[in-house]
């Protein structure tokens, strides 16, 4: 099945910031954020999307990424 990966870690290691300091950025407990990071979310509301790339200095599509499921069809 296709996913979406977050790479919330990655842009974090390159900002140097840490998930506690993003947490009180943006408002959001760094539980909820810990659940984005893991890729565990279901959903992502987009004020909070905005937020955290507004902290990150950062588009979308750094934090988010589509990965194509190669074996399509198979064991279906």
Do not use: H, W
Not at 11 to 34: C, D, F, I, P
Not at 42 to 57: M, P
Not at 70 to 76: A, P, S, T
């Amino acid at each position: 099945m296709a996913e979406i990966l977050v790479n919330l870690d990655l842009m974090l290691a390159k900002r140097k910031m840490t998930l506690t300091e993003l947490s009180e950025r943006v408002g959001v407990t760094v539980a909820n954020l810990s659940i984005l990071k893991t890729g565990k979310a279901k959903a992502v509301r987009f004020s909070t999307l905005a937020a955290i790339c507004r902290e990150l200095d950062c588009q979308p599509g750094d934090l988010l990424e589509y990965a194509r499921d190669d074996n399509k069809g198979e064991g279906v």
